[in-house]
Each structure stands twice: as C-alpha cells, then as structure tokens.
C-alpha cells in the first residue's frame, strides 16, 4: 500500500519554529519530487514549496521564502519543512504530496498525498 504519513505540527507561538515530517512507504521516494501544501479554512489548498527527486532543485512561495527550508532524506524515504518565524495568521492543515513531475501540482494525476497535520500559530 503506497501511503505518506505527515507528522511535526502543533501550535506554536508567532517567530517560533516547527518541522514537518513527511514519511512515505510502500514506495521510494527517490523518484518523487515532494511537495507541502497548506489549506486554511475556507481557502483553496495552495502550494508552499517543493523540491525535486534528487533534491537538488527547490521552489518556495514568496511569502515563505528565507523562513522555510524544503529537504529530503532519501535514505530515510522522508521529506522534511523546516518553518522559521512562523507569522500569525498562517494557521492551516500541511499536506505532503508526492508526485513523479516537478514542480508537483495538484492538478497532476497520480499524486500521492499525505493525510495533513495541523498547525496553528498563535500567542
């Protein structure tokens, strides 16, 4: 059974820090690039950053960029966001998704997604 399991959220303070965990099994993540979404309630699911199946290539969302870092561990068939100076305001579920083409989109078939975790930023 191909599945991602997302780990890592929770709450956390405005300027403070979290890493998601991105975990998959049943597959290699060496030919996947991954990616991380994020759904705020009452918003469209949109894309914050992406890196290719080496990993040798990344993509951020503007308004993320220089506070968080996209990583992949392929030994440990997992993938990694590292969330700095998290801003109020940004509370939404993360979303995993692993897809063959880079940058992975939603609108590709055959992406595999993880089932989300939380996060909330708040004081």
């Known amino acids: 059974q191909l599945q991602l399991v997302d780990s890592g959220g929770g709450l956390v303070q405005p300027g403070g820090s979290l890493r998601l965990s991105c975990t998959a099994s049943g597959f290699t993540l060496d030919y996947y690039a991954v990616a991380w979404f994020r759904q705020a309630p009452g918003k469209e699911r949109e894309r914050v950053s992406c890196?290719?199946?080496?990993?040798?290539?990344?993509m951020y969302e503007d308004s993320v960029k220089g506070r968080f870092t996209i990583s992949k561990d392929n030994a440990k068939n997992t993938a990694y966001l590292q969330m700095n100076d998290l801003k109020p305001g940004v509370t939404a579920v993360y979303y995993c998704a692993a897809g063959e083409r880079y940058p992975v989109s939603i609108a590709h078939h055959s992406v595999h997604w993880g089932q989300g975790t939380q996060v909330t930023v708040s004081s």
């Open positions: 890196i290719n199946d080496s990993g040798g290539a990344t």
